[in-house]
């Protein structure tokens, strides 16, 4: 099947700092992508919806201003912590649509953990 | 909207038993897809089986089955003959059948199976 990676796997950053974490569809363009957080023991939350070349969909309640997402091209996204506090220590997790798939099959990626100090 | 719900918090079976895993959901799309997801401690999310809505006949994947019943809103998982292998976070989804729909996941399922 498609693979999607992440990277960092996991990431120590220090209080108010920014983090930038990746998201690649290694073998088909994608033209969106999704971010998802899940806090331990709980299930997995939609974050927001990237799309390429244009702006993020973010649901209720994610702050914009600092979960930043960038779709710059067909095979990445990037989601920027910005300003990090201990309470955005999370696994977060993206998943990529390859649409030649009549179902859209949907990949996910390996996660990345962040632990905000 | 969509949610989807799963009552089980934690379940156990003996290696080479069965067990059913239970997963209700609500949709107001008329169509739409059904999942079943597998997360080790691994964390990295595994598809166990999908399921077309519009289709009547129970997926099937190995040892993994479903019982879909579209009525009642019901989406069970089997696993024949566990094994040890098998222990994991299970989780139930839904994704409408849209261009570009997301997941929505239930709570999750911890499964044990016991040597």
């Known amino acids: 099947g498609a693979v999607v990676s992440q990277h960092p796997s996991r990431v120590i950053c220090k209080s108010g700092t920014s983090v930038k974490i990746e998201c690649r569809s290694l073998?088909?363009?994608?033209?969106?992508m999704f971010w998802y957080r899940q806090f331990p023991k709980k299930s997995l939350m939609l974050m927001a919806t990237?799309?390429?070349?244009?702006?993020?969909?973010?649901e209720q309640g994610v702050e914009k201003d600092k979960f930043l997402i960038n779709h710059a091209s067909l095979t990445l996204s990037t989601l920027t912590v910005t300003s990090a506090h201990p309470e955005d220590s999370s696994f977060y997790i993206c998943?990529?649509?390859?649409?030649?798939?009549?179902?859209?099959?949907?990949?996910f990626g390996p996660g990345t953990r962040l632990l905000v100090l | 909207a969509q949610t989807v719900t799963q009552s089980q918090p934690e379940m156990s079976v003996q290696e080479a038993e069965t067990v059913t895993l239970s997963c209700t959901y609500d949709?107001?799309?008329?169509?739409?897809?059904l999942f079943w997801y597998k997360q080790p401690p691994s964390r990295q999310m595994i598809l166990v089986i999908r399921?077309?809505?519009?289709?009547?006949q129970n997926a099937t994947e190995n040892r993994f089955s479903v019982n879909f019943q579209k009525a009642a809103k019901s989406f069970s998982l089997k696993i024949s003959d566990s094994q040890l292998g098998d222990a994991a976070m299970y989780f139930c989804?839904?994704?409408?059948?849209?261009?570009?729909?997301?997941?929505?996941f239930g709570p999750g399922t911890r499964l044990s199976v016991l040597p």
């Open positions: 399921q077309e809505a519009y289709k009547q």
């Open positions: 949709t107001s799309e008329s169509d739409y897809y």
């Open positions: 998943s990529a649509r390859d649409a030649r798939t009549p179902e859209e099959t949907q990949y």
């Open positions: 989804a839904s994704r409408a059948d849209n261009y570009g729909q997301n997941f929505v």
């Open positions: 073998d088909f363009q994608a033209t969106t």
């Open positions: 990237s799309n390429e070349g244009s702006k993020a969909t973010y």
